[in-house]
T-cell receptor, first 113, second 114 residues
């Protein structure tokens, strides 16, 4: 199994600022994903982080708001830009090498004030 | 498009009683199926998964789930619930191909009464 370290675990940010969330996997994985979990809601896929190329975003999410990097097979970052209170959510990193093995980080609980 | 339905938003079960959480999926072929648990303030923990073979799968913490193709269901069960099982439970599916993300249901909140 893979262990995913995600940081920060939580943060309180001022509106209009940006926060970068880091995701480190302890082994090489094929795919990395970023999800958002709004309060009381399920997980929604933001994007697939592609190694060495631009991320693939789901409908409703754009690169300007959620820029993603993945410089190698074990590390990715998600930035939440120009934050508003509506961005208050838990953001989760996920990694998989096969469809049958999907691992998740502990999540970053973001509060925007 | 693939989708996952968890019909029960909130379930309360007495400690020691049995539990069944429902999950239905919509997908043309047999997808990979998962159940995750999320305790308050925690990340997601995989309880069990199904992708082929025996339709009754055993997971951690005494949980099991049964895949029923005819009903497009993958219900989670536990014969005797413990207070520590109180958490949010998510059913998820992934198309049976590499490189795809999971699609999650809306989750079921389990409360355990004493």
């Amino acid at each position: 199994s893979a262990v995913i370290s995600q940081k920060p675990s939580r943060d309180i940010c001022q509106r209009g600022t940006s926060l970068t969330i880091q995701c480190q996997v302890d082994s090489q994985v094929t795919m990395m994903f970023w999800y958002r979990q709004q309060p009381g809601q399920s997980l929604t896929l933001i994007a697939t982080a592609n190694q060495g190329s631009e991320a693939t975003y789901e409908s409703g999410f754009v690169i300007d708001k959620f820029p993603i990097s993945r410089p190698n097979l074990t590390f990715s970052t998600l930035t939440v830009s120009n934050m508003s209170p509506e961005d208050s959510s838990i953001y989760l990193c996920s990694a998989t090498s096969r469809p049958t093995e999907a691992f998740f980080g502990q999540g970053t609980r973001l509060t925007v004030v | 498009a693939q989708s996952v339905t968890q019909p029960d938003i909130h379930i309360t079960v007495s400690e020691g009683a049995s539990l069944e959480l429902r999950c239905n999926y919509s997908y043309g072929a047999t997808p990979y199926l998962f159940w995750y648990v999320q305790s308050p303030g925690q990340g997601l923990q995989l309880l069990l998964k199904y992708f082929s073979g025996d339709t009754l799968v055993q997971g951690i913490k005494g949980f099991e789930a049964e895949f029923k193709r005819s009903q497009s269901s993958f219900n989670l069960r536990k014969p005797s619930v413990h207070w520590s099982d109180a958490a949010e439970y998510f059913c998820a599916v992934a198309p049976n191909q590499a490189g795809t993300a999971l699609i999650f249901g809306k989750g079921t909140t389990l409360s355990v009464s004493s």
